[in-house]
Each structure stands twice: as structure tokens, then as C-alpha cells.
């Protein structure tokens, strides 16, 4: 089976600090993606990688940096929090089948920047 | 651009009677088109997927999708839904060209009642 864990399933911070949020998968894939999650705007993708240290912006990427080291490994930074960034982060990773991308996601990280 | 509508955020239905979740996409494209669920604070999981072939999809848990290339559509259903179906499902397209991304509608939440 597919796995893709992310670090915490719930996290508290305060405004200003450095967040790290971090994303493993175990399938060899080679895209990697960090969305967001709030109500009534479903799924926004923030970044995506493709490749070790490659990686392009999404829809909402002000705010948020990325960090792909390894391939397995995708890492999401909020350099300075903002209560607007208290929200549901995903991420998720993806294969071919049929020549279509599957896409496969964690648990997710409830973030609350108070 | 591509874009994907789910028409209800909110679908209460009694426990044993059929359900219809609706998404409308727009592409010019030949696209893929996928379900997802969302169980309380859980990731996403994967429902079905339409990728080429037969219109009629089925999916797991019972569900099954419609796609309608004249109506842009792709519908999901269920004959007799359960408790245990309640959850967020959001359908998402990909488009043939071969990108990656993802978007992603926002979202309707079932709510079955007993």
C-alpha cells in the first residue's frame, strides 16, 4: 500500500514563529504536493515538486516556502505564521496509472496559529 | 482554464435511501476525472476514477459515477447510503495533456441521518 505520513496531526504555534510541516512518502514517487484545506474553498495547492530540489508554485503560494532534499521527503515552511494561515494542510504525492496522475494523500496536519 | 462546480455543500439524506452527489467540470480537453472521501479528520481517499472506456464507473463502498462528456458532468451515486458514508467527497479533475495537477471542486458534505 501506498503510505504518505505527515509529521503531526495537530499543531499549536504562535504568531511569528517558523513552522515546519513534514511530508514522507514510501513509493519512490516523484511529484509531491502541499495543499490547504478550509471550508467552503476545498483543496488549494500551495507547492508542488517534481523533482529532488525542483519545485514550482501553486495557486497560494505568498506566505509559504518549500524544501525537497530527498525524494521522499517534502517539507512545507511557513517563515512567519499568521493567524490566516491557522487551516487543514495536505499532502500528497502521485503515480501513473493509465496514463493519468493518481494522487495519493496524508492524513493531514491541523495547523491553529494563535 | 480548467474548473470543477460540486453544486451542493450540503446533502442530508436518510440511512438506505439513494444519494446523487453533483460536479460539473469545464475543460476543452479530454480530462480525468476522480471521486474522493474525506472520513472526519482524515486525508483523502480515493473513490473512483474515470481515465478512458466505459462511462459507468464503480467505485469502492457501493458508489459508483456517470461520466457525461455532453454535459461535462460526473456525477456520483449511491443506491442505499449508510451511517458510516458520512463524510466530505470532492471530486477533481486532470486534464489529458499529461500535467499533474490536480483541481479540485469544493467539496459537498454528506450528512446521513438515521
Known amino acids: 500500500d501506498v503510505k504518505v505520513t505527515q509529521s503531526s496531526r495537530y499543531l499549536v504555534k504562535r504568531t511569528g514563529e517558523k513552522v515546519f510541516l513534514e511530508c514522507v512518502q514510501d513509493m519512490d514517487h516523484e511529484n509531491m504536493f502541499w495543499y490547504r484545506q478550509d471550508p467552503g474553498l476545498g483543496l488549494r495547492l500551495i507547492y508542488f515538486?517534481?523533482?529532488?530540489?525542483?519545485?514550482e508554485k501553486g495557486d497560494i503560494p505568498e506566505g509559504y516556502s518549500v524544501s525537497r532534499e530527498k525524494k521522499e521527503r517534502f517539507s512545507l515552511i511557513l517563515e512567519s505564521a499568521s493567524t490566516n494561515q491557522t487551516s487543514m494542510y495536505l499532502c500528497?504525492?502521485?503515480?501513473?496509472?493509465?496514463?493519468?496522475?493518481?494522487?495519493?494523500f496524508g492524513p493531514g496536519t491541523r495547523l491553529t496559529v494563535t | 482554464a480548467q474548473s470543477v462546480t460540486q453544486l451542493d455543500s450540503q446533502v442530508p439524506v436518510f440511512e438506505e435511501a439513494p444519494v446523487e452527489l453533483r460536479c460539473n467540470y469545464s475543460?476543452?480537453?479530454?480530462?480525468?476525472l476522480f471521486w474522493y472521501v474525506q472520513y472526519p479528520n482524515q486525508g483523502l481517499q480515493l473513490l473512483l476514477k474515470y481515465l478512458s472506456g466505459s462511462t459507468l464507473v464503480k467505485g469502492i463502498n457501493g458508489f459508483e459515477a456517470e461520466f457525461n462528456k455532453s454535459q461535462t458532468s460526473f456525477h456520483l451515486r449511491k443506491p442505499s447510503v449508510h451511517i458510516s458514508d458520512t463524510a466530505e467527497y470532492f471530486c477533481?479533475?486532470?486534464?489529458?495533456?499529461?500535467?499533474?495537477?490536480?483541481?479540485f471542486g469544493t467539496g459537498t458534505r454528506l450528512k446521513v441521518l438515521a
Open positions: 477533481a479533475v486532470s486534464d489529458g495533456s499529461g500535467t499533474y495537477k490536480y483541481i
Open positions: 475543460s476543452s480537453v479530454s480530462v480525468y
Open positions: 515538486s517534481y523533482d529532488v530540489k525542483m519545485k
Open positions: 500528497a504525492s502521485n503515480q501513473v496509472v493509465a496514463g493519468a496522475y493518481e494522487q495519493y
